[in-house]
């Protein structure tokens, strides 16, 4: 069986937009991609490590242990031996209480990038390839999340380009999902559910092609 690690925030947890519930597991997109990489034959499990609000590099001055650096490598330590890591962060830089611009968010990925491929896995166990996810640009911040995400929409122009860059200088893979599916215009922040099936179907392929290089 391979294992694939999803390690994200609340747009891979699956929180209903407007609402603090939680999309079920065969329609937020780790389970759908699962689920279909499934049917078609691959013995796979798709390990959902995904925190609301965490951070790429940073801490939540308002609750703790959002900062996605720490603890990371014992995360990838845990769950080796994986075929593959997806990492699909960022957004969550640019809430209203942080600074940060698309650059910073990037640099942030890369150092958790860098982090994976120190982690300590067991002798004879490769390091796991990485697909890089960018995830869909923050639209209009509305609702509960109006105040957090303040600004959001702006900080984040160009955060899809800049990850491409890192990912090309790292030697990872890359998915934008921008491309294929759009934040919720309830909350301009998660998405809906049929937007979680359409990128986890948009996957299938980007990652079928990966691990059909570590079978």
């Known amino acids: 069986m391979q294992q694939v690690l999803v390690y994200g925030d609340s747009l891979s947890w699956g929180i209903i937009p407007g609402s603090r519930g939680r999309h079920p597991f065969a329609v937020r997109w780790p389970g759908r991609l699962e689920l279909r990489l499934q049917e078609s034959g691959r013995d796979l499990r798709v ?6 609000g965490r951070r790429t590099v940073w801490e939540d001055p308002f609750k703790a242990g959002r900062n996605g650096l720490l603890g990371l490598a014992q995360r990838i330590e845990v769950n080796s031996p994986l075929a593959l890591v997806i990492l699909m962060l960022g957004n969550n830089d640019f809430q209203s209480m942080h600074p940060h611009t698309a650059w910073h968010g990037a640099q942030g990925v890369a150092s958790l990038v860098d982090e994976i491929r120190r982690a300590p896995i067991e002798p004879g166990m ?3 390839p990485l697909l890089i996810v960018a995830p869909p640009p923050i639209g209009t911040p509305a609702g509960t999340m109006a105040d957090k995400f303040a600004g959001g929409e702006r900080k984040c ?3 899809a380009a800049a990850l491409q860059q ?14 294929v599916v759009s934040t919720s215009p309830v909350d301009g922040v998660h998405l809906g559910a049929t937007e979680h099936m359409r990128l986890g179907d948009a996957l299938i ?7 059909g290089k570590v079978d």
């Open 166 to 179: 890192v990912a090309d200088g790292l030697e990872c893979e890359f998915f934008d999902a921008g491309t």
């Open 157 to 159: 122009v160009g955060f």
């Open 47 to 52: 390990i959902e490590d995904c925190l609301n």
């Open 126 to 128: 490769a390091s796991p």
């Open 205 to 211: 392929g980007p990652v079928s092609a990966i691990l």
